[in-house]
């Protein structure tokens, strides 16, 4: 069974919190390994120092789009790119090749008369 971390408007697994909390202490780590203060995003980006402060937490309810606009202010949207890469997701490349699931087709006649 999976715990359970209650947002306002969803409940999450626990696994998916912790991504986001690792997540965020990704960009933390990015940010100090840059010597940037977190006024310095907040400068660069427009946003409240509250949101980022969210970003570094992990808080999920914080929008996609705010990460992925911080990870490129980084250099590191780029990386994102691999995130459900279709050439990359092994279960989606095992059922999409499964010989068992193919359908047969009967071959057709060329006709060749000209």
Same mark, same amino acid.
């Given at each position: 069974?999976?715990?359970?971390?209650?947002?306002?408007?969803?409940?999450?697994?626990?696994?998916?919190?912790?991504?986001?909390?690792?997540?965020?202490?990704?960009?933390?780590?990015?940010?100090?390994?840059?010597?940037?203060?977190?006024?310095?995003?907040?400068?660069?980006? %427009?946003? &409240? *120092?509250?949101?980022? #402060?969210?970003?570094?937490? /992990?808080?999920?309810?914080? $929008? +996609?789009? @705010?990460? =992925?606009?911080?990870?490129?202010?980084? %250099?590191? &949207? *780029?990386?994102?790119? #691999?995130?459900?890469?279709? /050439?990359?997701?092994?279960? $989606? +490349?095992? @059922?999409? =090749?499964?010989?068992?699931?193919?359908?047969?087709?009967?071959?057709?006649?060329?006709?060749?008369?000209?």
């Amino acid at each position: 069974m999976f715990a359970m971390v209650s947002t306002e408007k969803q409940t999450l697994p626990s696994d998916v919190a912790e991504i986001c909390q690792r997540l965020g202490a990704r960009i933390r780590t990015a940010r100090l390994q840059r010597k940037w203060r977190q006024q310095d995003i907040v400068d660069r980006t %427009g946003y &409240a *120092r509250n949101t980022i #402060l969210n970003i570094e937490k /992990g808080d999920p309810k914080t $929008g +996609l789009g @705010i990460y =992925l606009h911080v990870l490129w202010l980084m %250099g590191l &949207a *780029r990386e994102v790119e #691999l995130i459900a890469d279709p /050439g990359l997701d092994r279960e $989606g +490349l095992a @059922i999409s =090749l499964d010989t068992a699931s193919k359908r047969a087709y009967l071959p057709r006649k060329v006709n060749d008369d000209f």
